[in-house]
Antibody, heavy 112, light 107 residues
Framework: QVKLLQSGAALVKPGDSVKMSCKAS????????IHWVKQSHGKSLEWIGY????????NYNEKFKSKATLTVDKSSSTAYMEFSRLTSEDSAIYYC?????WGQGTLVTVSS | DVQMTQSPSYLAASPGESVSISCKAS??????LAWYQEKPGKTNKLLIY???TLQSGTPSRFSGSGSGTDFTLTIRSLEPEDFAVYYC?????????FGSGTKLEIK
């Protein structure tokens, strides 16, 4: 079945960057776009953007355009999101998602 | 961006009862609305998309209705496994946007 397996929790310092992964299995990776979503503690969900694994084409939420970079490695069926210049506001759970499947989330904590 | 207003934010009900959750869009999104279920320790589950189309595997006690700006998720005859957080999300245009969530708890 379709599975999106995300990388583990990360503790990072303010100003640093973090790169998280989302490994897909159970389907042809290049057939479906991958979305990334942010969930701040106790809050709702924000769409960050998507990447088309086939073409590498991306579409970002304006709010995250200078913050997030989406890439893929087709050889390993893995999508990546790098979040840069981290602040406490970036502490959240980050999800990758396909049309009908979500990853389990990666908790990012920004703290000195 | 399309603002999604979801209500109520909290709902208490008993197994066997029926409940409804409302989601209102700040402008017309045609029928492009999805409903997701969030439960601790499980990945988010797509229940309904395009307003009323049940995702494969979604029990028939779930139903979605609405078009334009007003949408409703109805769960008939609640089962114990239905107590969770529910989010609506519009998929009519980018950026995709979500409602604030409804926590459904056992009374």
């Amino acid at each position: 079945q379709v599975k999106l397996l995300q990388s583990g929790a990360a503790l990072v310092k303010p100003g640093d960057s973090v790169k998280m992964s989302c490994k897909a299995s159970g389907y042809t990776f290049t057939d479906y776009i991958i979305h990334w979503v942010k969930q701040s503690h106790g809050k709702s969900l924000e769409w960050i953007g998507y990447i088309n694994p086939y073409s590498g084409g991306t579409n970002y939420n304006e709010k995250f355009k200078s913050k997030a970079t989406l890439t893929v490695d087709k050889s390993s069926s893995t999508a990546y999101m790098e979040f840069s210049r981290l602040t406490s506001e970036d502490s959240a759970i980050y999800y990758c998602a396909r049309d009908n499947s979500w990853g389990q989330g990666t908790l990012v904590t920004v703290s000195s | 961006d399309v603002q999604m207003t979801q209500s109520p934010s909290y709902l208490a009900a008993s197994p066997g009862e029926s409940v409804s959750i409302s989601c209102k869009a700040s402008k017309s999104i045609n029928t492009y609305l999805a409903w997701y279920q969030e439960k601790p320790g499980k990945t988010n589950k797509l229940l309904i998309y395009s307003g009323s189309t049940l995702q494969s595997g979604t029990p028939s006690r779930f139903s979605g209705s609405g078009s334009g700006t007003d949408f409703t998720l109805t769960i008939r005859s609640l089962e114990p496994e239905d107590f969770a957080v529910y989010y609506c999300q519009q998929h009519n245009e980018y950026p995709l946007t979500f409602g604030s969530g409804t926590k459904l708890e056992i009374k």
